[in-house]
């Protein structure tokens, strides 16, 4: 779970360590079964909240997963977790990392890039 405190201009963060899996309340954007899942949805939905939740599974899979720009979304936080037996390649930091079934990993943004934030 991630709680953001912020004050006069800062912002802190804490991710509270759940085994790797995002509270039951976080919210999870939809997957169309085959289709990108887009920086823009992304970022349209991490306007709203503090974490959102990326969950694959058979039938309900992204072949590519592109991250917004991480400036716009200081502090907030994406998490994936892959189930499908299909692997997707995840766009971010102007790399691509393949995502295989059983994957879970947390990313949060600095405001400059997106950092790995250990989750086990």
């Known amino acids: ?9 800062a912002c802190i963060n804490i991710v509270s360590n759940l085994g790797g899996i ?3 309340h976080a919210f999870e954007v939809a997957l169309v079964n085959g289709k990108e899942l887009s920086a823009q949805i992304i970022s349209d939905a991490l306007k709203e909240v503090d974490l959102i939740v990326i969950r694959s599974e058979d039938g309900y899979w992204a072949s590519h997963i592109c991250f917004p720009q991480p400036s716009l979304l200081k502090w907030k936080s994406i998490f994936i977790d892959h189930r499908a037996s299909c692997s997707s390649s995840v766009h971010v930091n102007n790399s691509v990392t393949k995502v295989i079934k059983g994957t ?4 949060m943004s600095d405001g400059n890039l997106w950092k790995v934030i250990k989750t086990h």
């Open 1 to 9: 779970m991630v709680q953001t405190a912020c004050n006069d201009g």
């Open 22 to 24: 995002p509270s039951p």
């Open 104 to 107: 879970q990993v947390m990313y």
